[in-house]
């Protein structure tokens, strides 16, 4: 089967300091994906670079055969990749379903057939459709990320890039948002997600790609990747995962 992204040998500087080395790395349809790293490892980077929101010094990123190496974010949600962020990006004067809306008017005209085909429908299925009315910047903070999962969702990705989507939120916060995250999964779009709670994605990741100053360190499965000498020593922890 066909990678549905594949990026090679990506490096970016800022002002002479190298965030990026040569990363490469490819993603096959269907799965979640894992990306790990200590801070300053370069995920955040990484992830900007496949949004299109920075474009790389060097290297090229493939994404269903089509060549997008430096395209800009509207392009890159064009063709199916679009990121949610760590810190909650609502637009504020719009309401929880105009927020959805906007992905819809933005985002691409076909979705996998699993998934929902219209805002109210989206929330539904995130589980916030009884806020639809309310202001986006009353939310709380889980709810809030389920926004930027739905406005995500709306703007029907193949590649759903997930930043930190857990962060800041209670344990059985936690553990709805990563069933969410395998429904979305299930319904056949393919997940890269960053998140530092190594209990949360070791547990709904199927290959996890580990990072450490700016360079791919590992990759393999949950299970390889704890056991993995360097990334014990460079980043888990003996005990960390246990």
């Known amino acids: 089967m066909a990678p549905i992204l594949s990026i090679d040998r990506v ?34 980077t990484l992830l900007s670079i496949l949004a299109g929101s920075i474009q790389p010094t060097s290297g090229t990123v493939v994404f269903q055969d089509r060549n997008l190496t430096g395209a800009k974010s509207f392009a890159m949600a064009q063709a199916g990749i679009v990121r949610t962020h760590q810190v909650p990006r609502p637009f504020r004067a719009l309401s929880v379903l105009e927020n959805v809306e906007v992905g819809l008017r933005f985002g691409r005209s076909q979705c996998s057939a699993g998934t929902p085909r219209d805002a109210s429908q989206i929330l539904e299925w995130v589980g916030i459709a009884h806020l639809a009315d309310a202001s986006s910047v009353t939310l709380s903070v889980g709810d809030q990320k389920r926004l930027e999962l739905a406005r995500a969702l709306a703007t029907r990705p193949s590649l759903l890039l997930c930043d930190e989507v857990c962060s800041g939120l209670t344990e059985p916060e936690t553990a709805s948002v990563l069933r969410l995250l395998r429904k979305i999964q299930e319904a ?31 990759e393999g499965s949950p299970e390889a990747v704890q056991r993995d000498p360097a990334v014990i020593a460079a980043y888990i922890g003996r005990t960390a995962c246990t």
């Open 11 to 44: 490096t970016k500087y800022f002002a002479g300091l190298t965030a990026l080395n040569e990363v490469s790395f490819d993603l096959q349809p269907g799965g979640i994906y894992g990306l790990i790293g200590p801070n300053g490892a370069g995920k955040t």
């Open 188 to 218: 056949g779009t393919t997940i890269l997600y960053v998140e530092h709670n190594l209990k949360a994605i070791m547990s709904v990741s199927h290959h996890v790609i580990v990072m450490n100053y700016g360079q791919k360190l590992a």
